[in-house]
């Protein structure tokens, strides 16, 4: 049955690429190129579903001055590689860390979960990324962040006392069990904890 829907996939898509004046492609490429879309779906969907789970993890920190890493991924940028220019998204690990909403004014730098489909109280089930930015502006309880690397048009407001946003500790390192299981945000060691305080002071 595998072998009959791939034909059948197969010959839609043949007669489709003729219809719109396509080149003719090989059973084989054609089987490799949908591995490939196969794969980078399942990868997709995995790292939202992980994403979701790291966010859910994150917002349960509800005790003061508790900390956790989170990944923040940017834009892809230009790399050489080989000689050829390519696009490449990167990475890096922060600390983020509760604190009393009080905290959050004008010029301080935050980490806070960005919400893609306008459901800005829960995230269940909803497509989202963790973002470093800068509080530029504070209007009866609720504070505008220029988001890192993006334009002003991109400024999100957020309640001050939301419980989406965290005081953002700097650069640290990723939790051990990472390479094992990145599925969960883990809270970090005392003496990661104790690193960072000097930048959460």
Same mark, same amino acid.
């Given at each position: 049955?595998?072998? +009959? ?17 396509? *080149? ?6 054609? !089987? ?5 879309? %196969?794969?980078?779906? $399942? ?15 994150? =917002? ?5 001055? !508790?900390c !956790? !890493?989170?990944?923040i991924?940017?834009? *892809?940028? /230009?790399v050489?590689i080989?000689?050829?220019?390519? =696009? ?7 600390m983020?860390?509760?604190?009393? /909403?009080?905290?959050?004014? /004008?010029?301080?730098?935050?980490? @806070?979960?960005?919400i893609?489909?306008g459901?800005?109280? *829960?995230?269940?089930? @909803? ?20 988001? =890192?690397?993006?334009?002003? +048009? %991109? ?7 939301? %419980? ?9 390192? /990723?939790p051990?069990?990472? @390479?094992?299981? %990145? =599925? ?13 305080? $000097?930048? @959460?002071?």
């Amino acid at each position: 049955k595998r072998v +009959k829907s791939l034909l059948e996939n197969y010959e839609k898509d043949m007669c489709y690429r003729k219809s719109i004046g396509l *080149s003719h492609v090989t059973y084989s490429n054609w !089987a490799k190129q949908e591995a490939k879309k %196969d794969k980078k779906e $399942k990868v997709d969907e995995s790292e939202k579903r992980m994403s979701i789970e790291k966010a859910h993890d994150l =917002m349960q920190l509800t005790t003061i001055n !508790a900390c !956790a !890493a989170v990944e923040i991924k940017y834009e *892809s940028k /230009p790399v050489w590689i080989k000689n050829k220019k390519r =696009m490449r998204k990167y990475n890096e690990w922060r600390m983020a860390k509760r604190v009393r /909403p009080g905290l959050f004014v /004008p010029r301080t730098q935050v980490i @806070c979960i960005v919400i893609h489909d306008g459901a800005r109280h *829960s995230t269940s089930n @909803c497509e989202h990324e963790f973002c470093v930015g800068t509080i530029v502006k504070l209007v009866d309880g609720h504070v505008k962040i220029h988001l =890192m690397g993006r334009g002003k +048009k %991109d400024d999100i407001w957020f309640e001050q006392d939301s %419980d989406h946003i965290f005081l953002d500790c700097g650069l640290t390192h /990723p939790p051990v069990s990472v @390479c094992d299981d %990145d =599925m969960n945000i883990l809270k970090m060691a005392n003496s990661t904890t104790h690193r960072q305080k $000097k930048f @959460c002071k």
